[in-house]
């Protein structure tokens, strides 16, 4: 979603916005901008597409030097993608503001006509060019007022979610920021400061950076960053550091950070898991599951989008089979508006990778608001999902690149299973020799996915074989089915190749009819008790021209005579299977779209960290 960038310092600000730019490119796009100041005024380029047609342009445009200025990276909302919509925006007739903003103001409409009736003229269709414009309207009226100060007051006028840059011709070193429900930091540096999106964008020059807290408004320049609340107070803010390194968020050596993330699973799982077990017994961070509040929890709901939902189903087996607590998943966007029941002796967990996810965060505040305990599984430290929940569990997967999840998910999966297993503990119905031998399993999890990645070739040569597929089916039941839904979406997010997972028993349901001669099916049989029924569903599909891979384990002693692929998982408890299936099939989905010529890790129309609703 939407990228910010903006530089203050001493040198050339071009190349170090274009670095923090393609360092954004991540997070989804379809448009790119920057405004710098040079001795005839503001200048903004900006484009459609792909940050090298905005290099392209800015070649064009002789790469105006300045030493202050600010970039975006657009993810379209209001407005189709285009060079008129692409940010920056100019403010005024003379363009003497020049704004770049990540959300959505709703009630721009209203705004837009207002200004109009001023004699302000629209260039755009995005509710952006409204911010830029209210801010010179108001600012014209206050002469006397600062940038910040004007902005201040133009934020109380405005409805809605944003994350915002803006740069003023009267001040040409001097960026003003601000936010609501959408992330922005500060990084700071010597003699020179940026405002970006996320980490990424200002690793390569500081370490040290503060996050702006909502409705807060800060004032960057070279040498200082003032931060003032609502009310035009100065905050005194904490400077953080990053935890990891340039080289984690660089590509080392592989084609795609996909794969380089896909192989990092067995160190993300491991990270995640072996800091809370000691002695062979799960010790949680002080994140507020404590045994009473385990105890007393009356239903459990988890609320999350896209894979992190999907981990969550996977949560909800395992839990309530272990610590027999009703269990509930949502979708994030669903629960916000079904009125959904949450009483106060409820603990409801929050899973996402970016922490930033705008329904997830809105869930989880409503659940806040009904007297829940919220619990939130996230990767990004100091997110704002992680900053606003009532306890943390970090999953360390570290900086996590492609926009399809891989590691965030496996490392996901990881923290949820230390839940169930704490949930059981509290409740009494685990004791401590099955404590220790479940942490055992997990602790050998990292090298069972491991044993999993090395058979690359295998998944290679289905991949190119089933290539051309227009349609593929996973089938599974129970955790095999969450397993499924997951490695369904990864092949359709990526590859493009459209894909339906199914519950095994259910095909016959209807979508059975879609099978065909030369159907790829993908059918999961992890979970011993349901072999034979799956079994059964295979069977339906070959019978009816499907051809089937499937993915078992090595207790599997059932016909697979019908299979064209047999993938078997190391041993593990059965409870972790979903860790081991869903890796030949994440890299299915990449050899697949690799195959296909796809943009591996920018699939088209995704973003990684959708900060809209
Ligand atoms: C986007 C990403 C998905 C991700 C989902 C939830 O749609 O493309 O890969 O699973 O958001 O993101 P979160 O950061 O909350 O886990």
Redesign the pocket.
Known sequence: MCGIVGFTGQENALPILMKGLYSLEYR?YDSAGIAVFTDDGLQVVKTKGRIANLEEKLHEAGNPSSTCGIGHTRWATHGGPSDRNSHPHLGGRDGKVAVVHNGIIENYLFLREQLEKHGYEFQSETDTETVAHLIDFLHKGRQQEDLAQTVLTALSLLRGSYALGVVSMEDSREIVAARRDNPLIIGLGEGENMIASDITAIISRTRRYIILDDNEVAVVRPERVTVYNQLGDVVDKPVQEVSWDLSAAEKGGYAHFMLKEIMEQPRAVADTVRPRIQDGRIVFEDNGLTDERLRETEHIHII??????HAGMVGQSVIESMGRVRCSVSVASEFRYTDPIVKEKDLCIV???????AD?LAAMRQAQAEGAFTLAIV??VSSS?ARQADGVLYTWAGPEIA???TK??SA?LAALYLVAAKLALARGLMDEAEERSFCEALLELPESIHKMLEDVGTVQYLASKYTNRSSVFYLGRGLDYAAALEAS?KLK?ISYVHSEAYAAGELKHGTISLIEDGTLVVALATQKRLFEKTVSNIREVTARGAEVILVTTEDFDGDVSACRCVIRLPACLERFAASLSIIPLQLFAYYVAVERSCDVDKPRN?????TVE
């Not at 999350?304 to 939902?309: D, E, N, W």
């Not at 899973?351 to 996810?357: A, L, N, P, R, V």
């Not at 995704?606 to 959708?610: D, F, H």
Request: aromatic share 4%; net charge negative.
């Open positions: 989804g999350a989008c896209g894979s992190a939902l899973i996402s990778q970016s922490g930033e996810t997830s990767n990004v999902i926009v399809a999840t965030g998910y996901q979406l997010e995704l973003a990684k960290s959708v």
